[in-house]
């Protein structure tokens, strides 16, 4: 790690005033499109005050140079993004709409499909992977007990170099695992000898991590992402304020595949409208599917 700031003030002050807090806010906005209310300041205070502790360093104003100088400012800046963006999640942690996927659309979504089977999915915002590589597990549980050839990918980006890097390892504690079912913690993961979990190999090779910024994605973002049977972006459009909530949703509904579907989390957005995607009529889970494949379903999945 580089070095921490060379100045550190002898007498300054823990509190962090307005006009400091819409500075740092400012910055969260610039980089990455996250909306930070007044309100959340003892959440970024609370989070500054940590890093700089570690690094050695007391005033808010030096911490804030430091970020925005040089090759060193970059390194830190990896940093904090993991310590203001990362929550813990665990396995399987939305049950429902993972049985929903299992239940009612892999079944219609591969069903026109002949010969060797494929479905791609993307865990946008997937933290340190339990979401991407739950979804991989449904998946091979999907298609595994259909037989025959198939493939599958699972996609999983974050902003965050750190949890991308805990997602790659997969390695876990047994709290992480907790909701996962006996059959399968035998199946997909192995019991390391320190007490933590490992995804076993073959399903790691399924799931690929990446860095992507949502807020602030670019045309190649969304070419390499394109042909999505399946996007889950659950507990990150939280982050951002409404507009920039509807331009992350209209670009993700361009990455899907006709008949696709887009899983947001519950209460996450409000007067989205798309010319091309209905809301599925689910009352537990919020889902958005592509409108090419409306017709033909029964009336109890529609769309509303």
């Not at 502790?53 to 005033?59: A, L, P």
Request: aromatic residues 10%; charged residues 20%.
């Amino acid at each position: 790690m580089s070095a921490a700031p060379q100045h550190v003030p002898r007498h300054a002050s823990s509190a962090m005033e307005d006009a400091e807090f819409t500075r740092w806010a400012d910055l969260l906005r610039e980089r990455l499109g996250l909306s930070l209310a007044p309100a959340r300041k003892s959440f970024l205070v609370t989070n500054l005050r940590l890093r700089m502790r570690e690094i050695g360093c007391r005033d808010f104003a030096d911490y804030y140079d430091y970020l925005n100088a040089g090759a060193h400012g970059a390194a830190e800046w990896a940093v904090l993004i993991d310590r203001l963006t990362v929550h813990e999640t665990r396995f399987f942690r939305d049950t429902q709409t993972l049985e929903w996927l299992a239940r009612e659309f892999l079944p219609r979504c591969t069903q026109a499909q002949t010969g060797a089977l494929t479905l791609n999915a993307w865990s946008a915002g997937c933290a340190t992977g339990e979401e991407a590589y739950s979804l991989a597990i449904v998946l091979d549980q999907f298609l595994a007990g259909r037989g025959g050839e198939y493939y599958f990918g699972v996609s999983a980006s974050d902003v965050s170099l750190a949890a991308l890097a805990a997602g790659r390892s997969g390695i876990y504690s047994a709290r992480c695992l907790k909701d996962v079912p006996a059959e399968l913690l035998a199946r997909y993961f192995t019991l390391l000898d320190n007490g933590r979990y490992q995804v076993n190999a073959r399903l790691r090779e399924r799931v690929c991590f990446s860095q992507l910024n949502l807020a602030e994605m670019t045309a190649a973002d969304k070419a390499l992402m394109s042909g999505m049977d399946i996007i889950f972006c659950q507990n990150v459009l939280i982050y951002f304020e409404q507009e920039r909530r509807h331009a992350i949703l209209d670009h993700l509904a361009q990455c899907l595949k006709p008949g696709g579907v887009l899983v947001l989390g519950a209460g996450e957005v409000l007067r989205w409208n798309h010319s091309e995607m209905q809301r599925v009529n689910n009352q537990q889970c919020l889902i958005y599917r592509q409108t090419a494949w409306v017709q033909g379903m029964n009336a109890g999945e529609g769309v509303r």
